[in-house]
């Protein structure tokens, strides 16, 4: 018989070695691990340091701006060509434009500025004007871009009609003199070129559809346009004083009217004026304020609609969030109750218990003190419970722990744990609350509290 044993070939399992490496790294994966499960199941509380602040009361509005404004008018019909730039002051006899009775003008300085440069004075003109745009631009207020081309356009007209006037002989020369006027201001006042209907606007003729854009039509007047006689050709305002109207309900009116000046913020510039108040209500009961300045009239002479913050209030304090407030109830009792402890800085009351005979013995339980009124402290519900008597000093008098009533508070955890201080609210809005700092029970500056209060409990110690 054929021997088959030597072809009977046996696997040979290698020795697992254990050495100083795998045993590191299977103790980093097992403390990674536990982090990890630790990380997902453990409450994350995070801190909030209080500091000093302020908040404002704003109301934004939408206003319509008014301005002692007088139209200029074509005395005869022809082509306009302004010299004066629009936002521009002009005084009395100063030129504004020209009128061209043949149309000849325009071609003339088409034609002479075709071969002709702006001076280094006129350049310089013309990058502050887009640098000055450039620098308060506002997404917001794309409107604002058509004003721009209109001012840009404006600049460059009047600095190559100069260039024209300059040479005045060649006009003359060309035989034009006699069919161009050169119109002048009437007023002293500032340059607008454009019309829309609300130039002779009173406050006792508001309605509220004056505000409403879709029905508003502004027409923006343009050199080198002919015009008829009778027809805008700009319009100049007069005066610096000018105002903005808004609509408003009674209350808020009525808090206007109060405070006689209101400071106002402009958005489209962030510069702040004060405004003197009056108040208008119209037929179908509708309530306008007209806010009238002293001031910043130029800045804003092309504008009609104005976008303006009332600022109406500031109170400045302890600055906190509004997620780290909690309302807590508490047990009221009169201060006559109230015994100051073997230590100075501990309060607390005599309580009367009864032992298992019956016989009634005081007990001296000390409690922390978290708001005051005039004749009551609130004080902790930890120890005290409802129905417990407590004795009043030097006295046979009994009160029987019953009142509770709630404070406002936030969670300091300077000590560690979750420590209640009691809250004097000045200001609110939908974020933060400015409450009064250097109270007795409450918090000073730089103090740590819990964000989010309903991330924790009572004392509980959160390092």
Known sequence: MEDNRGNKIVKYRKPLRINIGMVIFAVIFVYIVICVFMYFTQKHIEAHQVTMGSLSSNNIYRGIALRDEEIVTAQKAGYVNYYAREGERVGV??????????????????????????????????????????????????????????????????????????????????????????????????????????????????????????TYEKTQLIGNDLVEAGQPVYKISTNEDWSIVIQTDREKADELLEAEYVKVKFLK?????????????????D??????????????????????ELILEE??????????????EFFIVPKDYVVQGGNSNSYGVMLETYGEDG?????????????????????????????NYILKPESAEKYAISKRGSLKGVYNINKGYADFKQINILYQND???????????????????????????????IY
């Open 93 to 214: 006899g100063n030129l504004v434009y020209t009128l061209d009775e043949s149309g000849r003008l325009a071609d003339y300085i088409s034609t002479e500025n075709s071969d002709s440069t702006l001076t280094d004075r006129d350049l310089n003109e013309l990058k502050s004007e887009i640098l000055g745009f450039k620098n308060n631009f506002d997404r917001e207020y794309f409107s604002s871009v058509y004003d721009f081309k209109y001012s840009v356009k404006g600049t460059v007209l009047k600095l190559a009609n100069a260039n024209i006037l300059e040479n005045i002989d060649k006009i003359n020369a060309a035989g034009m003199s006699e069919l161009i006027s050169f119109c002048r201001a009437p007023a002293t006042g500032i340059v607008i070129y454009s019309v829309d209907g609300y130039e002779a606007l009173k406050l006792e003729e508001f309605t509220r559809d004056l505000f409403d854009p879709k």
């Open 269 to 285: 510039s962030q510069d702040t004026s004060w405004g003197e108040v009056s108040s208008y209500t119209n037929a179908d009961g």
């Open 287 to 308: 309530i306008f304020i007209k806010l009238t300045f002293t001031n910043s009239m130029v800045t804003f002479c092309t504008d009609r609609f104005i976008d303006i």
């Open 315 to 328: 109170d400045t304090g302890l600055k906190i969030p509004n997620s780290a407030i909690v309302q807590k």
């Open 359 to 387: 016989t009634a013995t005081t007990e001296f339980i000390e409690t922390t003190i978290y708001g005051e009124t005039e004749t009551e402290y609130y004080l902790d519900d930890m120890v005290l419970r409802i129905g």
């Open 431 to 461: 974020e933060y609350a400015i409450v009064k700092s250097n109270t007795q029970y409450g918090l000073n500056v730089y103090d740590y509290i819990v964000l989010d209060s309903e991330a924790v409990e009572d004392n509980e110690f």
